[in-house]
Structures are given as C-alpha cells and as structure tokens.
C-alpha cells in the first residue's frame, strides 16, 4: 500500500520526500500506519513536507514485523514508481523512525545514488545484534526478579500470551512493577533501562513498550532471521542486591549461527556513507537506547564518512 501526496498547483520545489515508518507487530493487516503519520490531531507529516514545497511519499511494506530488508526494496519501488508518474525529482530525501530509522541509515548507506540525504530518528543503527540483546536481557531480567507474571522464555513466546497481552499479561506487568519498588529498581538497573527521574507512570509505560517488541518481535524474528538471534552466553549483570547469585542462576542462551550471519551480513551498518545523514535521538529512549548514536558515528569516523553525519538528540 502506497501513498503520494503534492503540494498544490505550481507550489512543488521539485524534491520528494520518503518516509519510512516505524515497527508495526506481525500480525496487525497490510496498511500505512496512520498514527505514525500525525503529529498532532490537526497537523500530519505529510502536511508539512507539501507546506515546505516538497513532494511526500509512504509505503506499508509488503510486511509488518521484521520489515528492514522488504523495506528497503519496497521505498526503492516507491522512487521508481513517484518518477514515472510524476517525473524523476531533483532530489530524493527519506526519512525513517524507529525500524524506519535503521532502514533510511541501511538505504542511504547501501543506495546513496538514489537518495540524496537522509533524516535517522531513534534507529538502532549503531549495532542491531546489541539492540536484540537488549530486549532480551529486558525480559529475562524482568522474569528473573518477577517470575511467573509472563509465560515463556526471552527466545519462545508462547501464542497465548501474544493473544492476550493488552487484556491479561501487560496489567499483570504493570502490577508486579509498581508492587515491589526495591525488586523494580534492580531490574531497572540490571537491565539498564532508562528511568524517568520524577514520573514512575512514564518509566512503567517505557518498561511495557520495551517487553511488548519481546513479546510481539521474537518469534516473528526468529523466523525470518533463520535462527534465534539473542546471545546472553558471556554477559555480566550488575546492579542487583545480590549480582553474585543473579549471574550464577539466570538462565543462559546461545544464539543461532545462522542468525548472527544473517544479522551481520545484511542488518548492520557500516558507516560508508556516500549521502549526508541527520540523526536524532531522545537520550531517555527505553526502547531505542541513545548508546546507538555515539557507536555509529565512530563506524562513520572509522570510514572516512564523518562529514556526511549531524547528530542531534
């Protein structure tokens, strides 16, 4: 599913701009995801790209979950079909959040002849091997100081706890986080999530966003990266009462081969840019963490790139 949307009349500057959008779960429908678009009720993505004279263009994908790979291959179609239909732009912006925010850094890596800059908000683009390790250490610490609130493992969830996560699982979540303040800080520790200094409904909501991507993202990755991709095997957790007897008994897992193949082959960036990159990011992001940023501009650096990169956050 496509959309294009101009300027009016005579009021187009001759440049497009493409979004990519963020994660949608696996089993939501083929569609834009409107949410993503708006910035308000009244005010739309899409609105101020044609009010500053620019061209806007979205895709669904051609699936949800997962989506970088098919991603990247469906804005590429999205260009080709904008330019027989409206004549080749002089120039060729994408713009991504989140998942979207990895797919523009891979595109304008990977296809710096067709886009002719980039803006990469809140996108694991410094290590997608870290980020994954990251939800799954989430939720392995997450059971291993609240045990029993969610079946399954970080690696395998089981089909009845992805059915009934808004109406079962996530308020039994919610419950256990706010019952027990000393077992949520060592989580929130251990699990080095950031937390709201002052708002414990916001870090609550940070902790249920980030086991939702495990809840919603593990099987579905696991299948189409060929293998299971989370690798705790070597990792060292601090920050517990008692860090000794946390590393002793967490349980431990190995990744697939074939998944970390698949991972470095075609999911990492390698900081060859060819086209300027903008990159954003909250430094409070629990989902995202900001630790990407400072990752992927040493990859630029290392690549002879850093005059292609401007960080904000």
Known sequence: VYRICMPGTGQWNGDLVVYAHGYVGYNEPIAIPEDQLRITDDVSIPQIANGLGFAF????????????????????????LFSRRYGAPTRVYLVGASEGGIITALAVERHGAVFDGGLSTCGPVGNFQSQINYWGDARL????????????????????????????????????????????????????????????????????????????????????LGGQPYDNT?????????????????????????ALRTIDSYYQTTGALSSPLVTLHTASDAIVPYWHEPIYASKIAAAGAGDQLLRRE
């Open 57 to 80: 263009a979205t895709t669904s994908y051609r699936t949800n979950g997962l989506a970088v790979l098919p991603g990247i291959e469906d804005l590429l179609d999205l260009v080709d």
């Open 141 to 224: 610490l997450f059971d291993y100081f609240f045990p029993g609130v969610i079946p399954g493992s970080p690696v395998a969830i089981p089909q009845a706890v992805i059915d009934q996560w808004d109406d079962v699982y996530s308020p039994r979540v919610e419950e256990a986080l706010r019952g027990n303040p000393s077992l949520r800080d060592q989580f929130l520790r251990t699990a080095r999530i950031p937390a709201h200094p002052t708002d414990l409904d916001k870090t609550i909501e940070a902790v249920l966003d980030l086991l939702w991507y495990n809840v919603f993202a593990t099987n579905d990755g696991v299948a189409k």
């Open 234 to 258: 070597q990792r060292l957790y601090r920050g517990s009462d008692d860090d000794a007897r946390l590393n002793r008994t967490v349980p431990r897992f190995a990744a697939d081969v074939a």
